[in-house]
């Protein structure tokens, strides 16, 4: 997989994953040099050194490689990277935070919940 992305302003999380699990090249072009013909010239460089490059040339070639992915799971309502968190038994969903409802607030399958308490007897 080679992937080039970035949305709003941050790396993209999935494919940064992708490219780590398969052992493809995953690059950010950094936007706002000195000059906006510099940017149309390091895109046309990178789109040429990384995509056209067939797999065994890319072994030859300095390619940038991801040191550290990130791979918690995000909230789906804050889009914060959790490690522990609820998640809808239906669509998957994660959530830092449990939700005021039984009902998943992204697929709206209704979860029974059901809290057994636990008495001392002592």
Same mark, same amino acid.
């Given at each position: 997989?080679?992937?080039?992305?970035?949305?709003?302003?941050?790396?993209?999380? !999935?494919?940064?994953?992708?490219?780590?699990?398969?052992?493809? #090249?995953?690059?950010?072009?950094?936007?706002?040099?000195?000059?906006?013909?510099?940017?149309?010239?390091? !895109?046309?460089?990178?789109?040429?050194?990384?995509?056209?490059?067939?797999?065994?040339?890319?072994?030859?070639?300095?390619?940038?490689?991801?040191?550290?992915?990130?791979?918690?799971?995000?909230?789906?309502?804050? @889009?914060?990277?959790? +490690?522990?968190?609820?998640?809808?038994? #239906?669509?998957? +969903?994660?959530?830092?935070?449990?939700?005021?409802?039984?009902?998943?607030?992204?697929?709206?399958?209704? @979860?029974?919940?059901? #809290?057994?308490?636990?008495?001392? +007897?002592?």
């Amino acid at each position: 997989v080679v992937a080039k992305g970035r949305r709003e302003g941050r790396a993209s999380t !999935l494919l940064q994953q992708a490219s780590f699990l398969t052992a493809g #090249v995953y690059d950010e072009l950094e936007v706002g040099g000195e000059g906006e013909g510099d940017v149309g010239d390091a !895109l046309y460089f990178r789109l040429l050194h990384l995509f056209l490059a067939s797999a065994a040339d890319r072994k030859l070639l300095a390619i940038p490689r991801i040191n550290e992915v990130d791979f918690r799971a995000r909230c789906f309502s804050t @889009h914060e990277p959790i +490690s522990i968190g609820f998640t809808c038994s #239906v669509c998957l +969903s994660t959530f830092k935070k449990k939700p005021k409802r039984p009902i998943c607030p992204t697929c709206g399958a209704k @979860h029974p919940i059901k #809290v057994k308490s636990v008495k001392n +007897s002592a």
